[in-house]
């Protein structure tokens, strides 16, 4: 069965540093998504992608976040300028109509 | 705005024991509805989803739900758990049409005691 793909599955890093998050969406799929959920908190909507473009995008999603398809088939997220507040786990989702499939995840850690 | 309710933080329940788990959803037209469970450690998998016609919708591992539109909820249940139940799970909505966002519940952790 086709899966969504994230690496690393765990990332620690110094506040201030830049991260890049990397998802590998299922080929077919057009529409592709990120969110994140704070430890003991709901999962939260940061971006929407489609056409190689943002096609939305939620308040938590600043100038320190940006997306892009550099290949055609990652898909990745990069926090500029990490703060302590951008630790969480970070799910990537590729949906082709009405089913959304989600990565297992990255763990980000800010110290 | 749209949003979802799931007002039990924590549930435990006996292993072979009946379940159910709450989702009240606020939104402007029926949507998209959906329910996902998160194992320790693990991604998000779609346990069922609602688009329309039959209200009660059947889902993998034996767990059903069933949409009441005059109380805009859409419950979970199980007949009876399995000590691998134990897991976070997520109600969530989205816009009809398809390839639209996610709207979170706040989840609720179910334990499975012996």
């Known amino acids: 069965e086709p899966e969504v793909t994230q690496t690393p599955s765990h990332q620690v890093t110094q506040m201030g540093q830049e991260v890049i998050l990397r998802c590998v969406p299922i080929?077919?799929?057009?529409?592709f998504y990120w969110y994140r959920q704070i430890l003991g908190q709901k999962v939260e909507f940061l971006v929407s992608?489609?056409?190689?473009?943002?096609?939305?995008k939620s308040e938590i999603f600043d100038d320190q976040f940006s997306v892009e398809r550099p290949d055609g088939s990652n898909f990745t997220l990069k926090i500029r300028s990490t703060k302590l507040e951008d630790s969480a786990m970070y799910f990537c989702?590729?949906?082709?109509?009405?089913?959304?499939?989600f990565g297992q995840g990255t763990r980000l850690t800010v110290v | 705005a749209q949003s979802v309710t799931q007002p039990d933080i924590h549930i435990t329940v006996s292993e072979g024991a009946s379940l159910e788990l709450r989702c009240n959803y606020s939104?402007?037209?029926?949507?998209?509805l959906f329910w996902y469970v998160q194992s320790p450690g693990q991604g998000l998998q779609l346990l069922l989803k609602?688009?329309?016609?039959?209200?009660l919708v059947q889902g993998i591992k034996g767990f059903e739900a069933e949409f009441k539109r005059s109380q805009s909820s859409f419950n979970l249940r199980k007949p009876s758990v399995h000590w691998s139940d134990a897991a976070e799970y997520f109600c969530?909505?989205?816009?009809?049409?398809?390839?639209?966002?996610?709207?979170f519940g706040t989840g609720t952790r179910l334990t499975i005691i012996p």
């Open positions: 989702a590729s949906m082709r109509f009405t089913e959304a499939f």
């Open positions: 080929s077919n799929h057009l529409y």
């Open positions: 609602y688009f329309s016609g039959d209200t």
């Open positions: 969530a909505v989205a816009p009809q049409g398809g390839n639209e966002k996610l709207t």
């Open positions: 939104y402007g037209a029926t949507p998209y």
């Open positions: 992608f489609y056409n190689n473009e943002i096609s939305e």
